[in-house]
Every structure is written in C-alpha cells, then in structure tokens.
C-alpha cells in the first residue's frame, strides 16, 4: 500500500496495472469510464438474453453473470485491479438465473471454481474424477443454505515481475463462513479482517486478536489441503 498509493497513472507498470488515487479529476474520469463500460456490457447480456427468448429458449436456458475480478475505484487509496488482496478486487457479482428457481438472495461463500459443479449438478450430469469446487444448487433452492465453511484464494505471478513491481509472488487469502478473513503473502506479512464487523477492511486485528489468527491459520491450512488436484489419479511405475 505505501509503495503504491502514491504511485500515479502515468507510472503503471501496465495498461490496466494498479495505481494511486492521487489525482482527484483522473479519479472521477475513471469512475465515470466504468460506468460506461458497465452500460456497454448491460447493453450487450440484454441483447444475448433478448435473442434466447426470441428463440424460444428462456425457460430452458440457464444464465450466469460473474466477473474474473472488481476494481478498487478509490478504496484504500487505488485505483483499477491488481496484487491486492481486498473485497474491491476479490468479491465480484454471482447471478444465477434458474428458470426452475424462484429468486431470491443469499450471502453464502462461493467461488467462481464452483460453477462448473453448479451447472453440471442443475443439468442432472456428472462431474469428472477429482474435479475440485462446490456446487451451489443446495444455495439456490435454500439461499440460507452453507455450501462452504471457507473460501480460498490464490494469487500467483512470476518472481522476475514480482520483483519489478515490489509485490510478493504469492499471496493466499481465505474467507471464513463467520467473517473471518486471513492472508498471508510469501513475503511473510499477514492481513487479518472481520468482514462482518468491519466491511471496508479498515481496523486489521492482526495484533489485537491472535486467538482468531491462530483459528484462521487453521483454515488456512484446511483449504488448501482441500485444493489439491486429485484428478491426476495414482502414480504408476
């Protein structure tokens, strides 16, 4: 954060790297973009979803609407995406629009490793050996329903990048059911958050609460022994 909130636009080291809130007009520009953008891509579903009922396939068509990451539009002093591991750039809209479900809304973890297993499941198909996520078709008919204890996410880049931009070259960040939100860099530093109690990821607990570092420690380490690939099957000799 101290190496890039001070660091403007013109010295990013990409075209969509992150940098500094420090020019107030260039702040408003970009938000103003983004709404843009996000009217082009409103405009462009409307017209697939358009074309589905012009066919006659509505009520036979399952529909997901997600994104690969947000952007940080200001927070904690950002701009754009990049190697942080906060909710502007991590939690993105999951819609799922089942023509057999009801709507309704739920604040169950899920991750987008989860839809593959979610839409095989809602299609009565099965999944293949090893396949790693959960389907959520237990959320959409019950959106009060925990499909997830914890989340993890992984952050990887090349160490000669990693070294060029000052960031470390892994990251881990895990979610818990309860609020809780751990991450530890490779690097060694460590970020811990109480999502529910604090959703602007602004007062860090780390030395104010190490019981919770120690349990998200814990689940840290459950998820990504949970995250192995299985799918490579036994080793043969």
Excluded: N
Excluded at 141 to 161: A, K, S
């Amino acid at each position: 954060l101290r190496h890039m909130q001070p660091t403007p636009a013109d010295r990013q080291r990409g075209w969509v790297g992150m940098f500094g809130a420090t020019d107030h007009e260039l702040v408003k520009e970009t938000i103003a973009a983004t709404y843009g953008a996000i009217e082009m891509i409103d405009d462009a579903v409307g017209r697939i979803l358009a074309t589905i009922d012009r066919l006659g396939q509505t009520d036979d068509t399952v529909v997901v609407f997600t994104s690969d990451h947000g952007d940080m539009m200001g927070e904690h002093g950002l701009m754009v995406k990049g190697f942080m591991p906060f909710r502007g750039v991590q939690q993105v809209p999951l819609v799922v629009v089942d023509p057999a479900r009801p709507a309704g809304r739920s604040s169950s973890l899920a991750g987008s490793i989860d839809l593959a297993s979610t839409l095989l499941d809602i299609a009565d198909l099965p999944s293949y050996d090893g396949m790693q996520g959960r389907s959520l078709r237990p959320v959409l008919d019950d959106p009060t329903t925990q499909v997830r204890e914890h989340l993890l996410i992984e952050d990887d880049v090349p160490d000669g990048l990693a070294a060029v931009a000052r960031i470390p070259a892994r990251c881990r960040t895990v979610v818990g059911a309860d609020g809780t939100k751990y991450t530890r860099h490779s690097s060694g530093e460590e970020q811990l958050f109480d999502l529910v109690a604090d959703p602007e990821e602004a007062s860090p607990l780390l030395d104010r609460d190490p019981v919770r570092r120690t349990h998200a420690l814990e689940m840290l380490a459950d998820a990504m022994a949970e995250c192995d690939d299985s799918a490579r099957g036994a080793p043969v000799g």
